[in-house]
């Protein structure tokens, strides 16, 4: 059965960081492109940075310059480096293979930016 668990969410303050993670099981982790994905309220489910089996990067335009995605192939695990955070980086943000598999679908991480 493959798993994806997301943690690291928090309430931040505009600017402030967070780095978030996602342990993977159930699958052989260094083959896949992991990505993370993000769905705000009342909006569609997004892509935010995807990395691949040999450590190439992408991500969305709005992120980009702000975070940072990268992965540990030993212990199955990504992380999301978030700085410079806005209101609008509000979401709930998941974590699943490029392109996102819908029977992978973790609970999710959520992420608040306010003051």
């Not at 600017?15 to 769905?39: D, E, K, M, N, V």
């Not at 975070?67 to 699943?96: G, W």
Request: with cysteine; glycine share 10%; net charge positive.
């Amino acid at each position: 059965q493959v798993q994806f668990v997301e943690s690291g969410g928090g309430l931040v303050q505009p600017g402030g960081s967070l780095r978030l993670s996602c342990a993977a099981s159930g699958i052989i982790f260094r083959l896949y492109t992991i990505a993370w994905y993000r769905q705000a309220p009342r909006k569609q489910r997004d892509f935010v940075a995807r990395i691949t089996n040999g450590g190439f990067t992408n991500y969305a335009d709005s992120v980009k310059g702000r975070f940072t995605i990268s992965r540990d192939n030993a212990k199955n695990t990504v992380h999301l480096q978030m700085n410079s955070l806005k209101p609008e980086d509000t979401a709930v943000y998941y974590c699943n293979i490029y392109p996102g598999n819908n029977d992978y679908w973790g609970q999710g991480t959520q992420v608040t930016v306010s003051s």
